[in-house]
């Protein structure tokens, strides 16, 4: 514990040699994201000391729009988020060209209830963990042609295609396990912060053991994403999954995630058909008229569970 903690408050006192209002709740989430992501500790400083932290009392776009960042809100009631380090621009030939930017988290304290403190340290540790899982194989230039070039960014298991028309000049996007990767940061943010609820009563810093005492009154639960995170912990729970999951995630080995699931559920499309299903779950929730529906898929969810773990107790065999 006295090792990570350490480490985690030298690179706040580093990168914020002047102190920062949020050095406490910084000192705090960088101890729970070291705890968690053990194997990756130079990445978790890099992006640290590398970045651009936004908190304001200010709506998200309000924060967005008056700092000139390009970045989207995915809903209107979003309280934050995040651009990793991987970038595209066009070049000369109007092919996409990757660069380097600056990682960027940006957090609205607006929306936040009588919970602020737990939510608002949920919000940025969850940010974090979209960037720490962009990092490594973040980009791909997939090809180019007289009419059109092609090119992906990978946050987590989400992957984002860009195709740049060359003679509109207009980029087209598509992604993929966009959802299923939100449910799993939902649950890996929640799981990095059980780490720094571990660290109540062993602080020897009073600002920093005074953040903690108000922290711990809240219980520590998923936020975000709630229907179809619940969903995914029925998936996180089966320890062969998690497994799959966890260093492939950083590492952006997408391919053997895939794989593995499928060749577990001899189906060479059992991985997109998961992601398909927490899809409908998601955007049938949000419509009222199809209850039918979500009822439907939330049984095909739970089915596929309940045949991954049997496909892997008979390999166990």
């Known amino acids: 514990m006295e090792g990570l903690y350490l480490y985690a408050k030298k690179m706040v006192e580093l990168k914020y040699p002047n102190g920062h209002e949020y050095k406490e709740m910084f000192?705090?989430?960088?101890?729970?994201?070291?705890?968690?992501?053990?194997?990756?500790?130079?990445?978790?400083w890099m992006i640290f000391m590398q970045m651009d932290n936004y908190i304001e009392d200010k709506s998200l776009n309000e924060i967005i729009e008056?700092?000139?960042?390009?970045?989207?809100?995915?809903?209107?009631?979003?309280?934050?988020?995040?651009?990793?380090i991987h970038t595209f621009i066009t070049d000369e030939h109007n092919n996409l060209c990757h660069i380097?930017?600056?990682?960027?988290?940006?957090?609205s304290k607006t929306n936040l209830?009588?919970?602020y403190i737990l939510l608002f340290l949920n919000s940025w540790v969850h940010e974090m963990g979209h960037l720490i899982k962009s990092t490594l194989n973040g980009y791909k230039i997939k090809g180019h042609d007289f009419n059109k070039s092609e090119g992906q960014l990978r946050s987590g298991l989400s992957i984002h295609t860009y195709v740049f028309d060359k003679n509109t000049?207009?980029?087209?996007?598509?992604?993929?396990?966009?959802?299923?990767?939100?449910?799993?940061?939902?649950?890996?943010?929640?799981?990095?912060?059980?780490?720094?609820?571990?660290?109540?009563?062993?602080?020897?810093?009073?600002d920093v053991d005074k953040f903690l005492s108000e922290l711990i009154q809240y219980e520590n639960n998923d936020y975000g994403y709630n229907l179809i995170t619940q969903e995914v912990r029925k998936l996180w729970s089966i320890d062969e999954f998690k497994k799959l999951i966890e260093d492939n995630i950083v590492q952006g080995n997408i391919k053997e995630i895939e794989n593995s699931f499928n060749n577990t559920m001899d189906d060479d499309k059992a991985f997109a058909k998961l992601d398909l299903?927490?899809?409908?779950?998601?955007?049938?929730?949000?419509?009222?008229?199809c209850l039918m529906e979500y009822s439907q898929n939330i049984q095909k969810f739970d089915e596929m569970v309940s045949t991954y773990k049997s496909k892997l107790a008979q390999l166990k065999q």
Request: contains cysteine.
């Open 27 to 44: 000192i705090v989430g960088l101890y729970g994201l070291l705890c968690k992501y053990k194997k990756y500790h130079k990445i978790i």
């Open 100 to 107: 380097l930017e600056k990682p960027v988290a940006v957090c």
């Open 66 to 84: 008056e700092n000139n960042l390009e970045l989207e809100q995915n809903n209107e009631d979003d309280d934050a988020v995040s651009s990793s």
């Open 113 to 115: 209830n009588k919970k």
């Open 277 to 289: 299903l927490l899809d409908h779950i998601y955007y049938a929730d949000k419509n009222m008229d």
């Open 169 to 206: 000049f207009d980029c087209s996007t598509s992604s993929k396990y966009a959802l299923l990767d939100e449910a799993i940061n939902v649950i890996q943010t929640t799981e990095a912060i059980d780490y720094a609820y571990s660290l109540d009563g062993m602080v020897p810093d009073d």
